[in-house]
């Protein structure tokens, strides 16, 4: 009876960007008198961060602070159309349209500021700190609520923008399933370590180590944020949870967290994430999405470090301990590989 | 967290990878910004739809099919009626238009689910009346007593069972139980050179199946919608829908009113993963709504949540592997099976995107696969986190494991060395762009001690690619194997419709209309494949088929 020590593991790639198109995100944008600028959007917020991740790409394209910034969803009678907050789409879809309404209404604010410093609105820049100057001449400047107040009060502008982002459909060859699915691909590597009990066939995940590649971190507190958890629910898909334990049977299928079983705070292996950024180069400044994809190479990787411990493929999830018992039976006890 | 070996960071972001591709010079991109929400969310203030008050709140329970498969008799709800605080009982006669598929928003697949079923019921959990009563514990009471004469159906559970001659039928509208893809076959194909001749030449040929179980999102808060009438012939509709409008064109379809007519209010939802797109509770909520004149509430407890809410779908795989004693994988054959359930929901759509995906991260010459989107007599699948793609990944890459321990190659050696490159031709055909799954394998190896080869620590995702890679097969093999007759070009379509908005939802609905049954069983492979004249638009947001 002993503890079996083992790592495995795994690759993959993600498709960002609801697969073959079709799904328009709307967004607008208005200045306020003080100002400041509400983002009005249909988008949901699930916990992933829409809500922040769209005021700051909000922000860096007007040229405002983040705090000049605030994003008002949903709701359908003053957000613009959009499909919805799944698919990995959010970031990337939604991104791109409050983009393009970003630089809409970044142009009028300049041309308010413009018609105030009686200069042309081409020469003009943004700081990033509620400044508008003259490029190359800081002195001459206005401040973005001068000249958005300017333009509301006194030269009768609208400083306002309208975004939308659509791919088209792509079409899907029945006979050959040649088709356009995605706009780009997230990636991903995991190694993780495992212990196998070959007594009670108990798997207890020890450590996991990661690289996750991003496209580029827009929030890199956000993304830390779905990583650590997307990879805790790998590990909980891997050897945890079912709807179905004894699938294709419906029986004992659990009603509650007391039979709906998912790891505890206890249960959590260190997590050592390395993040890369390769910039998509149609996504919001290179973006992708790492909600969906963190998850995914935990799964195999568990199984495959089982096998590395004790010898035993699970090729059925979730691993469970019957499962790892039933595979040491077979092999005639645990049989370590150790290739890694 | 602590105890690791290794020291190392819990994160770490290796800004040195693809440096000359980024700008990091911006204003708030990049920063790590604290979110906007964050504060109401720990301090418990942020308005989530349970926390809408309304005066005079009623409260929506299903009557439940205890069966996975039934045809109903005969539905008692005279004592129901007469229990107290039951304000009304809905049934399948008063939803205006009940009969719906969710990607019928997309154009995609045939209306198969009834809001409130009526006459038969093809999963345990199914809802067959709706008691709409004062208070939550009021509606549980008359749920217990409304009287159902059920008289149990055959039924199937797993998916080769299911398509097997003399199954069970789940929808009679697909007699095989398998979605029919494009009008024409029963399966979507995937058909990338051949693999058939290169299974013959590779040194070894593997194989594997894989299941991927059905799991639950689990979000804290459970799905539901609050509706509540509000002036001028309009409805509020308070929801934790992960799609305002999905969720607000679902309604409409269902309910036969115009969108204008409805107000949809969320955004701050407590977990989706995937779980809150189906659209299950704004039409009962808004349809009780305007059967009562009163705000009613329409939401799940945690038991149905569980098995009564659509899971991830569980999936079969099997993979075949060519593979030369060098490791490089020259063909993979794919046989994948998605459990839908009862319905289709989304899982017709899910089978595309992982057919998309295949044959993984790698740049393979030979590929094919056939993928079946299966009814069975379970709770409907739906969308999770990774849809379409978390077990497909599981199964390739448990598969290259087996690959690895094979040809005795280390799993991260073998990865990289098979994997896509910028400029790589993949099996849907088109080149690969923008790839980094070399680098990620790299920096894991390096974090984790395992030593690869100089040539496995000087591969790039951005060298080596193309040129050869990025040529299309001399020649594919096609089939017609799962043909089918019967079912209108597409499926989807209706020639000479006028483009309508997405949501514009007072649209009618494409309807295509199944005729007839499947086809004889498939005809032999031709050799050639048949020239191609323009591929068929599988969808169509706009309503009609395009050429």
Redesign the interface.
Known sequence: MALHRGRGFAAINYPIGMNLGGDPSQALIHSNPDGKFTVALSAIDLGQGMKSVTRQIAAETLGVPVTDVYVDTADSDTGPHDMGSFASRGTHRMGNAVIMAAKEARAVMLEAAAEELEVDATDLVTDGRGNIHVRGAPGRSITTMAAAQAAQFKQGRTIAGRGIFLIPLSEVDPDTGEMTPVSTFAHAAMLVEVEVDDETGEVTVTDMKSAYEVGRALNPRLVEQQLRGGAWMGMSHAAWETTEPYYPARDHGPVDFNTYLMPGPGDLAPHHISVLERPAEDGPYGGKGPGEMCANPVLPAVVNAVYDAVGVRIDELPVTPEKVLRGLRALGGAKPRRRL | ??????D????????E??AD??DDN????????????ITG?VTGRSPFYDDHLFEGLLHIRCVRSPH?AARVRRIDLSAAERMPGVVRILTGKDVPRNLNTLLSL?DFGIDDEPVISTDRVRY?GEPVAAIIATSEARARDAVAKVVVDWEPLPHV???EEAIKPGAPVVLDIYPSNKFI??G??DH?????GDVEAAFRQADHVIE?????????Q?PIETCGAIATPEQNGRYACYSA??????S?AVSSKVLEMPSSR?????????????G??DSIHEPLAILGAMLTGRPCKCMWD??EE??VGA?RG?ERWYIKDGVMRDGRIIARSFTGYF?SGAYTRLSS?AI??G???LP??YTIPNVS?NVYCVY?N??PAT?M??????GV??????H???V??TVGL???EL?ILN??RDGDMK????LA?????I???Q???E??G?KLSPAMLAAS?RKDGGGERARLPIS?V?DEHGLVRGFQGGSYGRKGAKPAP??GISQTMPLATPTASQSPPPAAAPQQ??P?VG???????SGFRRR
């Open positions: 967290m602590s105890g690791t070996l290794t190392q960071p819990m994160i770490d972001f290796r800004k990878f693809f591709e980024r911006l204003n708030e991109v990049g920063k790590p910004t604290r979110r906007q929400d969310h996975h997309l345990r559970l797993d998916v893809y494009h024409k076959y979507q194909k995937l058909r990338y594997g199946r894989y299941q991927m179980s059905p799991i639950e689990a829908t992960q799609a305002l409008f999905f607000l409805l107000h949809f209010i969320g955004g701050t939802v407590g977990g989706g993963f995937g809150k797109v945690r038991e569980m098995q899971p569980a459990d759509y595309i995107k057919v998309g995906h993984g991260p696969a069975t379970r709770t969308a986190r990774g849809f379409g793609i978390t990944d599981f199964a390739i890459e448990a290259m494991d087996k690895a321990d280390n799993p991260i990865r994997a896509y099996a849907h055909r088109r762009k923008n790839c980094a799954l680098e990620c394998c920096v894991v190896a974090k984790a395992v995702s594919t096609t997405l949501s494949p048949p191609r591929s068929m638009r599988f969808s169509s947001i």
